[in-house]
Nanobody, 123 residues
């Protein structure tokens, strides 16, 4: 059973930055694509960013140019650097482990999910 543990959330003001981390317990972590999703109160979970096993990335239009996803396979960890945060970025952020080595944008393409970390951006 894979465990994913997110950290790094918090309360920040608009324009500030945060870096989220997601540590995976699975030893074959480097072989899998990873993703970040978010869910705001009263809204559906939405795709944020994804990275393949070899570092190819893809972003939602709403965060492209402000957020950066990266991974450290030696540490079994994926990161989400979030810059120029906006109140609209307020949500619970979840990392997920993909079903294969590519990158994926839809929740059904992910097999394991973390418990989430809350990000609140004040105006």
């Amino acid at each position: 059973q894979v465990q994913l543990v997110e950290s790094g959330g918090g309360l920040v003001q608009a324009g500030e930055s945060l870096r989220l981390s997601c540590a995976a317990s699975e030893r074959p972590f480097p072989k899998y694509g990873m993703g970040w999703f978010r869910q705001a109160p009263g809204k559906e979970r939405e795709f944020v960013a994804t990275i393949s096993w070899d570092g190819m990335t893809y972003y939602a239009d709403s965060v492209n140019g402000r957020f950066t996803i990266s991974r450290d396979n030696a540490k079994n960890t994926v990161y989400l650097q979030m810059n120029s945060l906006e109140p609209g970025d307020t949500a619970d952020y979840y990392c997920a482990l993909g079903r294969g080595s590519y990158y994926y944008t839809r929740p059904p393409e992910y097999d394991y999910w973390g418990q989430g970390t809350r990000v609140t951006v004040s105006s």
